[in-house]
């Protein structure tokens, strides 16, 4: 039991010093962990821990350090003002030294909030790190958090037929009480992930041929969320089925300068633009 002050002292130093590196580890691993959109997908883990549960962990002890710090901070107060005027009565130059904190603090917190350098350097490392994870095509879901699409939802989205997803899905003895399951709930009873559930379903169910879309409304409610900025020009020509020298001509026509290899989201961000915005002008020669 805590009898006295010096013993919940000594727990409040404990307790910082062990949130500080529960902190640690966990802010690493969420740092290189997938974007959220493929750890969902493919139920990522790392020490038997999935990425949300990284999240809950590094949350709690942020919580903790916060609370533990100030009551450390409340328990030491004496000796903490204490050494501040033995700083001063030893004539170091405090004032200047708070200034060059509050200096350094301000410059990180603008160059962080604007994506400037240094901070930007970090934020491309952490993308990159992020998107190394991706190694083939079947990783990535067909739009953002298709893991809590219904069986339904997904089919009548991705244009498939509901039907032979379902006998796909009883076919692979892959255990559902109706079609309007999510893909995470089907994937969390059958012990798979939501991108095997979504394969199962794709299986021989190939997407009916659908007419191109003639306007701005339509072309986003097809191809919004659906990853599209990940592709690079060559890719997104394929997938919207546009021919390459009609959709540079296009690209030209509307003062767009771009390389086919460069990505879409890149592309877009160069001229302040969305990737929606480069497909409406690849299919109607215009954009929205």
Do not use: C
Not at 28 to 45: E, F, K, M, Q
Not at 224 to 251: C, K, S
Not at 279 to 287: E, N
């Amino acid at each position: 039991m805590l009898k006295n002050k010096q013993s919940l002292r000594s727990l409040m130093s404990f307790m910082v010093t062990w949130s500080f590196l529960i902190l640690t580890v966990t802010g690493i691993v969420l740092y290189v962990v997938p974007h959220g959109r493929v750890a969902y997908w493919v139920h990522w883990s790392m020490l038997g821990m999935e990425k949300e549960q990284w999240g809950w962990v590094h949350m709690m002890f942020g919580g903790v350090f916060i609370l533990t710090g100030a009551l450390h901070l409340y328990f030491n107060w004496k000796p903490f003002m204490k050494y501040l005027a033995g700083r001063v009565q030893g004539h170091l130059a405090l004032k200047r030294e708070v200034l060059i904190a509050t200096g350094l603090t301000l410059a990180i917190f603008i160059v962080s909030v604007f994506n400037l350098p240094p901070a930007s350097w970090v934020i491309e490392l952490n993308s990159s790190i992020k998107s190394t994870w991706v190694t083939s095509p079947e990783l990535e879901p067909p739009f953002g958090h298709a893991e809590e699409a219904s069986i339904a939802g997904i089919a009548r989205r991705m244009d498939l037929d509901l039907d032979r997803a379902l006998v796909n899905l009883q076919a692979a003895d892959i255990v559902f009480a109706s079609k309007r399951d999510s893909l995470e709930k089907v994937a969390r009873a059958n012990g798979i992930t939501p991108m095997q559930v979504y394969a199962t379903i794709k299986q021989n169910n190939l997407p009916k041929d659908q007419p191109q879309p003639t306007t701005a409304e339509e072309i986003e409610a097809r191809f919004a969320g659906t990853g599209l900025g990940r592709q690079t020009l060559t890719e997104l020509f394929v997938t919207i089925d546009v021919d390459p020298v009609v959709g540079m001509t296009r690209l030209k026509r509307a003062g767009i300068e771009a390389s086919e290899e460069e990505t879409v989201r890149e592309i877009a961000g160069r001229y302040d633009a969305s990737p929606i915005d480069l497909v409406q002008i690849l299919l109607l020669g215009k954009s929205g």
